[in-house]
């Protein structure tokens, strides 16, 4: 089996670390497992996992980001192979060495991220002749530069030249963060939507309202209710909102949601949307909560999701985290039963109550603020496990629904025979037919469900305007 180390180069100097199997944490912080003395760095800046001989990296939401051969880690982290190179803060890099027995084979790259051609190893491999050659290749590209800027400069247009917001989206620069560190950010992403003057060349009558998504594109969305949408644009209305959610709650730019999960997304909000229009019937009894009409469960959300915006904030996480999953869990019932013996708006039953009560009193599971509190710190302990970025928090909100133990046994199985595929809930979703045994029959019985779930609630209740649902947004009830 492949021993993973990284090359720390700094300006303290060079140093090896070797990684033990799970998760390493890099950072300036004295929480991290690795401090590194750089102004750059953040607290928590980086993680890398070293998992059945698989290496891989994620940003914990850094405010300069980190990169992998100069590309920026994505939402689902980064595979890493031989002499990778990762950089993080001002002047940090760390790079991978694998030793073992037998060469270990590299991972396949992810979808975004590009290959690294490595020319210094190249030139050494190569020798004299190589660099005669290199050298008469930038002489020729210097001759043409140089004439190429005499054109320019005789012939372009007095007016400086645009550059389009395309090519932000390829600038490999860490940038600040805009999201508050303490997870107290709005609950819509700046930018997330714009409506399009009525009369305007683009909607000449104002049906339209056009949204920017997290990449920089634009799609335009019917005004009105979703119920009135086409088929087409619902589908479009759902990969929109659910990519901002996964911004949200990842505090970083999400990758768009799969057609496969949008589908399941939209089975499960279609029914939302129908209890909707159901007559009153605010019932949180067990075996009936369910049939609650849903603008009833919304209302009851308003006055319970202020104890969870205040939880999940003190520890750091975006509110919408658990406000979302107390609504899949018990739709905002603060002291429902089920028939297992788990209780109160997180289901936490009695022997896991312990662990997050200090006053280990099993009743205090139905009082919502200490329900909310509970439920904060254990999604804390889950997301410290998966990570911070979009993907990870997914596998992190799965995981409580199916436990830390089923959820890893089944990502890895399908990782370990869905080779170069992202490590995402998405993933072991669209490979269902690789689980095995009682984790696997688990997922597909029941947590294949969850996190569409979570996503179809979310969006309803952070866009409550666009059903026809007379509450604000439920992230935007702090008292």
């Not at 914990?60 to 980190?66: D, F, K, L, P």
């Not at 009153?280 to 919304?298: A, E, M, P, Y």
């Not at 133990?405 to 890895?412: A, F, M, V």
Request: proline share 6%.
């Amino acid at each position: 089996m492949a021993r993973a180390i990284l090359i720390c180069q700094g300006e303290s100097g060079t140093r090896e670390i070797r990684l033990g199997e799970g998760r390493t944490t890099f950072g300036r912080g004295t929480d991290a497992n690795e401090r590194i003395d750089d102004s750059g760095l953040s607290r928590i800046h980086a993680s890398v996992y070293f998992e059945n001989g698989r290496l891989w990296v994620v940003d914990e939401n850094s405010t300069n980001g980190s990169l992998v051969n100069g590309v920026r880690v994505g939402s689902s982290g980064t595979p890493l192979g031989e002499a990778d190179r990762i950089e993080i803060g001002n002047h940090t890099k760390l790079t991978v060495r694998l030793d073992s027995d037998e060469a270990a084979p590299a991972p396949a790259a992810p979808k975004t991220a590009a290959v690294s051609a490595r020319p210094a190893e190249s030139v050494e491999s190569s020798g004299f002749p190589m660099l005669i050659v290199l050298g008469a290749l930038a002489f020729g590209l210097l001759v043409i530069g140089v004439s190429a800027t005499v054109i320019g400069i005789r012939y372009w247009p007095d007016k400086p030249a645009e550059i389009t917001q395309d090519l932000e989206d390829e600038d490999p620069t860490p940038t600040p963060d805009k999201g508050n560190k303490n997870g107290s950010k709005s609950a819509t992403p700046e930018s997330s939507s714009t409506t399009t003057p009525a009369g305007s060349p683009e909607d000449p009558i104002g049906n339209t309202i056009v949204e920017t998504r997290t990449n920089g594109t634009t799609v335009e969305l019917p005004k009105g209710r979703y119920q009135d949408m086409s088929e087409a644009d619902k589908d479009r209305y759902i990969a929109v909102k659910a990519e901002k959610i996964a911004q949200i709650i990842g505090n970083q730019k999400a990758e768009p949601i799969p057609p496969a999960a949008v589908a399941r997304i939209k089975r499960d909000l279609n029914e939302y949307v129908r209890r909707l229009s159901q007559s009153k019937n605010d019932n949180c009894n067990q075996g009936s909560w369910t049939r609650s009409d849903f603008t009833s469960v919304l209302q009851r959300a308003t006055k319970t999701s202020p104890f969870v915006i205040r939880s999940f904030r003190a520890k750091g996480l975006e509110p919408q985290i658990g406000i979302y999953v107390a609504m899949i869990e018990s739709e905002h019932c603060s002291c429902l039963t089920s028939p297992t013996g788990a209780k109160g708006m997180f289901q936490f039953l009695a022997s896991t109550w312990r662990d997050y009560d200090p006053e280990n009193n099993p009743d205090n599971r139905c009082v919502p603020e200490k329900a909310a509190n509970a439920g904060a710190d254990y999604l804390k302990v889950l997301i410290t496990r998966y990570g911070t970025a979009p993907d990870s928090i997914l596998l992190a909100i799965a995981s409580f629904n199916s436990g830390q133990g089923n959820l890893s046994r089944n990502l890895d199985q399908v990782l370990s025979n869905a080779v170069g595929q992202d490590r995402s809930f998405w993933t072991i979703m669209a490979n269902t037919e690789l689980l095995e045994g009682k984790s696997g029959q688990q997922f597909k019985g029941e947590n294949i469900k969850y996190v569409p779930k979570f996503f179809a609630t979310a969006i309803i209740g952070e866009n409550p305007q666009d059903f026809g649902a007379p509450i604000r947004p439920l992230s935007t009830y702090t008292q």
